[in-house]
């Protein structure tokens, strides 16, 4: 159990620094709502998942394979959201036309840019068979448990919290997010194609 403790644990604080999936989940909720923000955020915590199976079973020839197409079709999609989103004027009342599934790959794409994501599960899959909290196959498979529970967990405690606040702004207020929203995910697709182009 103490395997899936520390996947919860690490899946959790690990979701929480700001980055393209917590502000598009809060633009997401903010103009069209919970169930299609977690579409994304399911999207996002498939990929993420699939990182952590790679890095703690070290499979990392897996990502080789497709690194040289995965950054910067990721990279594109977010720079194309952020313009989007700053572009744009919802009203609070009009219905979103994006179906959930289109939401889901979406997410997808938003952590596939993630190129570091990568790394991270593998420094971390390194320090706990270091120090043997992580072992045996099932020790490997609840930490990956853990992870997603955790993971999740941030996501869904996120979108909740947006969802019962956003009744009280106006939809001036919510426009002016979605353009700092829109702003943010520009300043992170230049961020991370800075870094691709660095390590290519």
Same mark, same amino acid.
């Given at each position: 159990?103490?395997?899936?403790?520390?996947?919860?644990?690490?899946?959790?604080?690990?979701?929480?620094?700001?980055?393209?999936?917590?502000?598009?989940?809060?633009?997401?909720?903010?103009?069209?709502?919970?169930?299609?923000?977690?579409?994304?955020?399911?999207?996002?915590?498939?990929?993420?998942?699939?990182?952590?199976?790679?890095?703690?079973?070290?499979?990392?020839?897996?990502?080789?394979?497709?690194?040289?197409?995965?950054?910067?079709?990721?990279?594109?999609?977010?720079?194309?959201?952020?313009?989007?989103?700053?572009?744009?004027?919802?009203?609070?009342? $009009? &219905?979103?036309? #994006?179906?959930?599934?289109?939401?889901?790959?979406?997410? /997808?794409?938003?952590?596939? *840019?993630? =190129? @570091? +994501?990568?790394?991270?599960?593998?420094?971390?899959?390194?320090?706990?068979?270091?120090?043997?909290?992580?072992?045996?196959?099932?020790?490997?498979?609840?930490?990956?448990?853990?992870?997603?529970?955790?993971?999740?967990?941030?996501?869904?405690?996120?979108?909740?919290?947006?969802?019962?606040?956003?009744?009280?702004? $106006? &939809?001036?207020? #919510?426009?002016?997010?979605?353009?700092?929203?829109?702003? /943010?995910?520009?300043?992170? *697709?230049? =961020? @991370? +194609?800075?870094?691709?182009?660095?390590?290519?």
């Amino acid at each position: 159990m103490v395997s899936l403790g520390l996947g919860l644990a690490i899946g959790f604080v690990n979701s929480i620094p700001i980055g393209p999936v917590n502000i598009a989940l809060v633009e997401t909720t903010l103009q069209r709502g919970v169930r299609k923000a977690m579409a994304i955020a399911i999207g996002a915590l498939t990929i993420d998942a699939l990182y952590c199976i790679v890095g703690v079973f070290g499979l990392t020839y897996v990502v080789e394979t497709f690194r040289g197409w995965i950054a910067p079709v990721g990279i594109i999609v977010i720079l194309v959201s952020g313009i989007r989103l700053l572009i744009r004027k919802i009203s609070i009342n $009009s &219905e979103s036309r #994006i179906p959930v599934t289109g939401l889901f790959f979406f997410g /997808l794409f938003l952590y596939l *840019s993630n =190129y @570091l +994501a990568i790394s991270f599960w593998i420094l971390i899959s390194g320090i706990l068979l270091e120090r043997h909290w992580v072992i045996s196959v099932n020790d490997k498979t609840l930490f990956i448990i853990g992870m997603v529970i955790g993971t999740f967990s941030w996501f869904w405690a996120l979108v909740k919290a947006i969802e019962r606040r956003k009744h009280k702004l $106006s &939809e001036q207020t #919510i426009n002016r997010l979605t353009e700092i929203c829109g702003i /943010l995910l520009i300043g992170f *697709s230049f =961020y @991370l +194609a800075y870094g691709w182009l660095e390590l290519g």
